[in-house]
């Protein structure tokens, strides 16, 4: 089987060093194999996105050196490549799952979640849903009622069973699902497809079989197997590359006014003083001035470590000295 990696950021700002990371990963690791590369845009949460910003993270990261065979700019045969434009794509994937018994109606809000104050709280912050709350004896055709589903969010029935894969960085990975999050929203009540259903249906549909990404994202891979499942595909591999922080300890995030690659172009840091950095980044070699095909050629993913990356004050000096 060909490989076919993916980079799928969201435009709620300018591309950080993190989304850079995550980014030069996922193509070397597809690149460094003979595989294919698909660029999405992930904005299914309006409010967050910024305008211009699927932009400028396409040319930043275009910048950079990195291609891409299906996605913006260069389309493809799996499009839209814009969550935003897949709806139709979502709302298949939640009637197949709920032709196979695998789908809720639920009117449960947070604060009745957060009343049932003696449950651990799960990944999310909130405690697992438990299967008490589940309604009883859905009529058949329920999907298509409206009544069913009014002012109702849509959620995933966990079953109970321990879900096992093994990240090509962190190693074997064991979860109880219903135990650390219970059954999951894939539709809110007001009508925003999940991101759980977004990422698994755009996983499935674009033929993607290896996802590179950010350690946070760690989390949110047993349920993402267990959704696979349902809809009847194989799960992708998965490679958790590591968050970069601050001296602090606080994660190189947008909503913590992380660096951006815009800022290190400003200051005039060249494109292959970024790559050779992040490259040293995930364990492949000291950091040097590095194209990204230079990068590919030897990329081998036994050597990323998944501890957090430290990003020192004053990078763009130290890049711009090498």
């Known amino acids: 089987m060909s ?7 969201s435009p709620t700002g300018d591309l950080h060093v993190g989304s850079a990371l995550a980014a030069l990963a996922a193509w070397a690791s597809a690149r460094s194999q003979g595989g294919r590369f698909v660029y999405r845009v992930e904005d299914l949460d309006g409010p967050r996105a910024v305008p211009g910003s699927v932009e400028r993270q396409v040319e930043d990261v275009r910048w950079l050196g990195l291609d891409w065979d299906e996605g913006p700019g260069v389309g493809g045969s799996h499009g839209p490549y814009r969550q935003s434009e897949r709806d139709e794509i979502y709302e298949a994937a ?38 008490s709350l589940r309604p009883d004896n859905l009529p058949p055709g329920w999907f298509d009622d409206e009544a069913a589903c009014h002012d109702a969010a849509l959620r995933f029935r966990v079953e109970a069973g321990t879900v096992a894969f093994d990240d090509r960085v962190v190693g074997r990975v064991e979860e109880d699902v219903r135990q650390s999050v219970g059954d999951f929203v894939l539709k809110r009540r007001d009508g925003v497809y999940g991101y759980q259903l977004a990422v698994v249906v755009d996983d499935l549909a674009m033929g993607v079989t290896e996802v590179v990404r950010g350690m946070d994202l760690l989390d949110s891979t047993a349920r993402q197997v267990l959704l696979t499942r349902a809809l009847g595909g194989e799960p992708p591999t998965t490679a958790h590359v590591p968050l970069l922080v601050r001296p602090d300890g606080v994660k190189q995030s947008k909503r913590n006014d992380a660096l951006t690659v815009r800022e290190l172009r400003d200051a005039g840091v060249e494109a292959e003083a970024i790559v050779g950095w992040l490259a040293a980044a995930l364990g492949q070699g000291d950091a040097r001035r590095r194209a990204p095909s230079e990068v590919a050629a030897a990329f081998d993913v036994d050597r990323v470590q998944p501890e957090p990356v430290v990003v020192p004050d004053g990078l763009a000096d130290r890049l711009g000295a090498l």
């Open 3 to 9: 490989v076919v990696g993916r980079f799928a950021p």
């Open 94 to 131: 939640l009637r197949q799952l709920a032709e196979g018994g695998h789908l809720f109606p639920c009117r449960v809000s947070r604060r009745d979640l957060q009343e049932l104050a003696s449950a651990p709280h799960g990944h999310d912050g909130q405690p697992p849903y438990p299967p």
